[in-house]
Every structure is written in C-alpha cells, then in structure tokens.
C-alpha cells in the first residue's frame, strides 16, 4: 500500500490524507468503475516517493490429471470412481446370456436284490449351468465342464424358450466348450481384449447361480495369469486365469464377465471355495485362440516340444547363474521327441520363445501348444551359463488315451 508523504503544510494535510484514501480504494477495485482515478475537489496531494512494487506470491498450478488410457473396454470416468449404475448395460447384454441345463444317465451297481437279478440301474442326473451366444446363427460358449458327458443338453433363451442344443466342439485342457441351438437371429455378444483390461478395472458377471437366472454381480479385475495352482485342476491343462472379487457361485460356470463395454473378456470358471471373493475365469485372448479349431474340428489340435519344466526357484537361479527367476529349466527330455532331435539337454532353461521373453515356465507350454504342428521354433536357452540357439521342429502333442473314433454330435431329446 502506497502512504502519501506528510505536507509541509498543516493546512493542507487532512485534503491530502483524504486523496490518499481514495487512491488507495481505486487500486482495490473499489473506486471508478471505468479504471480512472475518482474526482475531488481537493488539492492533489503533493508529490510522494513511490514504495517498491511488492514481490509477487507464486502460485503452484494444481497437478494435471492423470489422462485415461483409449484402451479397448476402457469407459472413462468408471474405473477411477465407482459407477452410479450397471443397469444400462446390464440391460443391453442380458437378453445373449443363456442358462444351460444338462441330463446325463448315470449307471449304478444294483445292490444284492434278488428282483434286479444284477442288472446295474440307472438314473439321470440333472446340473445347470450358464452360456452366451456368439453369433446370430445359435452358436453359445461355455465351460465344458457344464456339458460334459451330458446325455442331453437344453438351453433356455432370454426370452423363455426352451431349445435342444448339440455339441460343436469342446476342449477339456482349457475347459471351453461350443454348443449350438437351432435358431435364426440371436443376440449376441461381442468377444473383447482380456489383454487390455487393467488390474483394478470393473468387471461384471452374469450367471444361473444355484438356478437363479440373470443373476448379475459386480467387481473389479483382482489380478491375472493365476495358473491353476490354487484350484483343484487337471494338471495337464492350461490355465493363465484371470481372477475377480465380482461373485461367482455353482451355476455362474460358463457365463460371460465383462467389461464396462459389455465386451466378453473372459468365461467365468471357478472359484476358490477356500475363500471369499475370489473367483476365475478363463481370458478371452486364450479362447480366441482356440475357438476357430473348435468350430471347424470340434477339437484342439496341439503342437509341442517333448520335454518337462520346472519353474526358476531361487535354487535354480543361483545353480544356473541367471539374473532373475524368468525362464523354464528343462528338467527331461522325451527320446525320439522334437526336443530330443534338435539337441535340447535336461538342465537347459528356455529364456524365450520365438523372441518371446518366458517370464515363468507356465507360459511356455501353451506357447508351444498354440505354435503349430511343423512350426520351426526358435528357443533362446543359456547353457552351462552361456547364451545358445536352439531351433526346434515342433511336434504334435500326443492323445493321453488312445484315439477314439469321434461320434458326430447329435441333438438328443430332452428326457422326460
């Protein structure tokens, strides 16, 4: 604030103190409007030494936001702040869910009952699962642990009818099934990039938990790449699942969960019955994979490399002298097989896959599953510490039982 200096003349001191006060009003804002200085009738004031302009306060600019990712399935507003609602898309994606209900008969030893005369009895024993349509032709994946060994299979549309369905293809090593009804003009569901949603991400399901059709619950996406070791799975398969805290009961199996697109990423599978809010389903990047051999074959034909591997401990790390815990240490060598052939040792630990980086061993198996029958393979492998090539013709996976002749899937009526 500029003060006026004192006059040298009494008489004039109180006009001066006056014409201070109305100068100091005008810099405030308070004066003219117009930005002109604001009339008196006194004297001016006599001249004064004007006071050093004070030092500006700097002022901190609030931090930018942080930008959404333009990523597939990504909605912008909902994963930093919890939705106001999923009605809307809840309503746009339910009427392509199905519920799934199967049959099977099932033979019992007859017990020591002289009218049976030994004959084993049989009784049909009934499950329900969930499924959604892919196409507008009736095409419905799901797990095949919903279908398997059913006698019969019927599907209940949104709309309440109720159709007979046959098996199209099904994959027990990755639990993924296609089934088909006979009708024209389905909703369907659009399959999204499991890869592109982020851990934290809202996720949705919808399942037939316990029989309770369109029953939708809500979560976030836990983590991913959960390989099976917390559940109870055939050892042979491939599981990179994703997990959820979205619920998921008996029934849900098959159902979609999805993304705040309404976008399928993933087919929910199991949960972990141990705890709580912790569910599993399989990622649509796996499924896409596999799907089109499905439809075509009915069935999953693999390659592979003809070795077994243990994953990386931090025994193995310090033996072999790696800098960290990626990579698959061969621990056998199948004779005769592709491996075998392009030289690969037991002790060897595969760093990459056709310049893929193995981050942990349970990566590699489907990599080389999903290679190809005669793909040329390149392994980056360390040997008795050193960096080496390795080029492998890839193989085909072996059947675990002997082949069988493969029935055509049939539409079986729906027993009474």
Do not use: K
């Amino acid at each position: 604030m500029m003060r006026g200096r004192p006059s040298a003349h009494p008489g004039t001191r109180v006009a001066a103190t006056l014409v201070a006060s109305v100068a100091v009003l005008t810099a405030c804002g308070l004066g003219n409007p117009n930005g002109q200085p604001a009339p008196s009738d006194s004297p001016p004031p006599p001249p004064t030494t004007p006071s050093p302009p004070p030092t500006p306060t700097p002022v901190t600019p609030p931090p930018a936001p942080i930008p959404s990712p333009a990523t597939p399935g990504h909605v912008p507003g909902l994963p930093g702040n919890p939705p106001g609602s999923f009605a809307d898309l809840v309503r746009r994606v339910s009427p392509a869910v199905v519920n799934i209900a199967t049959a099977t008969v099932v033979r019992e030893p007859a017990p020591f009952d002289p009218f049976h005369l030994g004959v084993p009895r049989e009784r049909v024993s009934r499950s329900l699962g969930t499924g959604f349509l892919i196409d507008d032709r009736g095409t419905i994946l799901t797990n095949n642990h919903v279908i398997a060994n059913a006698t019969a299979i019927r599907v209940q549309l949104a709309d309440e009818r109720e159709l007979d369905a046959r098996i199209v293809g099904r994959d027990p090593q990755t639990d993924v099934a296609v089934i088909r009804v006979e009708a024209q003009g389905t909703p369907r569901l659009p399959l999204g990039d499991s890869d592109a949603l982020r851990i934290g991400d809202w996720v949705v399901a919808i399942g037939n938990p316990f029989g309770l059709a369109q029953t939708v619950t809500a979560g976030i996406l836990s983590a991913r790449d959960r390989t099976g070791d917390e559940l109870p799975l055939d050892p042979s398969g491939y599981y990179s699942f994703l997990q959820t805290d979205a619920s998921i009961n008996p029934g849900n199996s098959g159902g979609p969960l999805l993304n705040t697109a309404g976008e399928v990423i993933g087919i929910n599978t199991a949960v972990n019955r141990a705890g709580q809010g912790i569910g599993f389903a399989i990622p649509m990047a796996m499924v896409r994979q596999i799907l089109p051999m499905l439809l075509r074959d009915g069935r999953v034909t693999r390659s592979w490399i003809g070795i077994g591997i243990a994953p990386v401990d931090e025994v193995l790390r310090e033996r072999f002298r790696l800098p960290d815990r990626h990579g698959a240490v061969v621990a056998n060598v199948v004779p005769g097989g592709p491996a075998a052939l392009a030289g690969l040792r037991a002790g060897d630990v595969i760093l990459a896959f056709d310049s893929r980086p193995i981050r942990s061993a349970s990566e590699l198996p489907w990599l080389a599953s999903m290679a190809g029958v005669g793909h040329r393979a390149s392994l980056r492998v360390q040997r008795d510490g050193r960096p080496t090539e390795v080029q492998v013709v890839l193989g085909q996976l072996p059947e675990r039982t002997p082949a069988r002749p493969r029935p055509v899937p049939q539409v079986v009526p729906w027993p009474p």
